[in-house]
T-cell receptor
Framework: NAGVTQTPKFQVLKTGQSMTLQCAQD?????MYWYRQDPGMGLRLIYY???????DKGEVPNGYNVSRLNKREFSLRLESAAPSQTSVYFC????????????FGPGTRLTVL | GENVEQHPSTLSVQEGDSAVIKCTYS??????FPWYKQELGKGPQLIID?????GEKKDQRIAVTLNKTAKHFSLHITETQPEDSAVYFC??????????FGKGNQVVVIP
């Protein structure tokens, strides 16, 4: 099992450009999450999907959109990137409940110039 | 919403000594408390968790204790080894299908 995979690993954007971060899991998990990690800020939830077909806002959703394409895939889109979105983005998945272990991907390091 | 704080932000210990990281949470309804370890360049990984109906849980060299009255929980690592050097995150969950994470503690084990 590959677990949770994320593409790309690194990305540099100019302000105003758009891009989509891809995430896929092969563990047949129901729930998937997108976090951002900034120095001194820990992990902050952007959006999550409790099950296929549903998405909900997390702590810092502004400037992002998500799509739960199917049970395996959960993408994060930046429509008009801003320097404040420079961060490391992690995708995670869990079987379902918040008490289930969240399995994290390796992360995408995004720089917006 | 839930607010989780971790102390200290950085902890240096001699190899073989114990390390203790403490987290406090604000919402008394929280009932699930996991600890994640993040090694450099990798995603976080669950190392131990505890639920509110349990006061202490151990797994080899690591343990977690929970004090619901004081709303804090702690991670204890005994006989520290160089591979324990990492960032550790605590989190709290209250049943809304998500966790609130603390800001992380950098643990450095000095050989």
């Amino acid at each position: 099992n590959a677990g949770v995979t994320q593409t790309p690993k690194f990305q540099v954007l100019k302000t105003g450009q758009s891009m989509t971060l891809q995430c896929a899991q092969d563990m047949n998990h129901n729930s998937m999450y997108w976090y951002r990690q900034d120095p001194g800020m820990g992990l902050r939830l952007i959006y999550y999907s409790a099950s296929e077909g549903t998405t909900d806002k997390g702590e810092v959703p502004n400037g992002y959109n998500v799509s739960r394409l199917n049970k395996r895939e959960f993408s994060l889109r930046l429509e008009s990137a801003a320097p404040s979105q420079t961060s490391v983005y992690f995708c995670a998945s869990s079987e379902g409940l918040y008490t289930d272990t969240q399995y994290f991907g390796p992360g995408t390091r995004l720089t917006v110039l | 919403g839930e607010n989780v704080e971790q102390h200290p932000s950085t902890l240096s210990v001699q190899e073989g000594d114990s390390a203790v990281i403490k987290c406090t949470y604000s919402d008394s309804a929280s009932n699930y408390f996991p600890w994640y370890k993040q090694e450099l360049g990798k995603g976080p990984q669950l190392i131990i968790d505890i639920r509110s109906n349990v006061g202490e849980k151990k797994d080899q060299r690591i343990a977690v204790t929970l004090n619901k009255t004081a709303k804090h929980f702690s991670l204890h690592i005994t006989e520290t080894q160089p591979e324990d050097s990492a960032v550790y995150f605590c989190a709290a969950g209250i049943g809304n299908n998500r966790l609130a994470f603390g800001k992380g503690n950098q643990v450095v084990v000095i050989p």
